[in-house]
């Protein structure tokens, strides 16, 4: 196991290095932040000063290196737009990303996994047929045109007339724009100023959550109910039928447990992609988190920004895929060859 974790460890920091190294490359194509730091009225002098400054005028590689020795010690620079410590601005905006990824994974989790045990344990019902026709919305539709609709139908509203009665009402006044309120929490380990602490956080996080956990959602519970009606068809849960074992025990107990050994690799992937992927749903909802960020820094080329952002969401996808390694090891003992892990 040891070994097994060493290998893993080995595998992510080329991993990091391989990605750093060509996000990094990509900027050089971006454009030259002078340009956006400097007025009309810029000499030679003034751009080559700023440059000497920047450390701009360093060959490719040793700026890579100064950008990788800084990073490990959690410096990213100075924001060419903000002119402020990187690691600053982005400590500010993690909170609301976290919180994001965090409610939207909720969802995903909870709604996909259920659903997709209902769905495979009621596969010739209405009620199955329905959710996965419908569940193909939410694969189909891109992330950015569900929050537009979303939008419209809960934030500026529909109004819905009740069949036979004159009655109406409006589905709208759902916030639909930044983060609400917030409160400081946690404030023994520094704080952390939290929107799921306030009423007005709470209701301006749920529309952005849907939207992006929604293909999530989907995803997982597409995939629980294949490996569900897979492991359900195998000849020990015959066995247990025949034993007399009731429906709920062959399902909760034996199918369910073998049915999550896979959908534990493609979930935490899917964690990782949340917060990846957020950057779309940030932009739609301007909700001030690092995705909201990273768009900004490219629209002024401000390459500290970009290359940490770019490194904390390689980080994060990098852990949780070694931790979902360790789980799959630690839940399937077919993976372990004479006591080692293979």
Do not use: C
């Not at 007025?39 to 000497?52: M, W």
């Amino acid at each position: 196991m040891l070994s097994f974790i060493l290998k893993r460890i080995a595998q992510s920091l080329l991993v990091l290095l391989v990605v750093g190294l060509v996000a990094f490359a990509m900027f050089r194509f971006v454009g030259d932040p002078v340009d956006t730091m400097l007025g009309q009225e810029r000499t030679v002098e003034d751009i080559e000063r700023l440059r000497e400054v920047l450390g701009l005028n360093k060959p490719f590689f040793l700026q890579y290196w100064d950008f990788l020795v800084r990073a490990v010690q959690g410096d990213f620079g100075i924001s060419y737009r903000q002119g402020r410590p990187v690691a600053e601005i982005i400590l500010e905006r993690l909170p609301a990303t976290l919180e994001l990824a965090l409610v939207s994974g909720v969802i995903a989790l909870s709604l996909g996994i259920v659903l997709g045990i209902f769905t495979a344990i009621r596969r010739d019902g209405f009620w199955a047929n329905f959710i996965m026709s419908a569940s193909l919305i939410g694969v189909s539709l891109p992330t950015f045109l569900i929050g537009v609709l979303l939008i419209y139908a809960f934030g500026v509203g529909l109004d819905i007339r009740i069949p036979f009665t004159d009655v109406t009402f409006n589905t709208g006044g759902m916030p639909i724009f930044g983060r609400g309120d917030t409160r400081e929490v946690f404030g023994w380990v520094g704080g952390w100023n939290s929107g799921l602490a306030t009423w007005d956080g709470l209701q301006s996080i749920v529309l952005p959550a849907i939207t992006l956990g929604l293909y999530q959602m989907t995803l997982i519970m597409r995939l629980v109910r294949a490996e569900m009606l897979e492991v359900l068809r195998a000849d020990y849960i015959r066995f247990a039928r025949a034993r007399g074992l009731s429906t709920r025990a062959i399902n909760f107990r034996h199918a369910l447990k073998n049915t999550m050994v896979p959908v534990i690799t493609v979930t935490g992937l899917q964690l990782g992609a949340i917060i990846a992927f957020a950057i779309i749903t940030e932009t739609v909802f301007q909700w001030p988190g690092v995705g909201l960020l990273f768009i900004n820094a490219i629209q002024f080329v401000d390459i500290p920004v970009m290359a940490a952002y770019l490194m904390l969401i390689s980080v994060m996808f990098v852990g949780i895929n070694l931790i979902v390694d360790l789980l799959y090891v630690a839940i399937d003992p077919r993976l372990r060859v004479d006591g080692k892990t293979t």
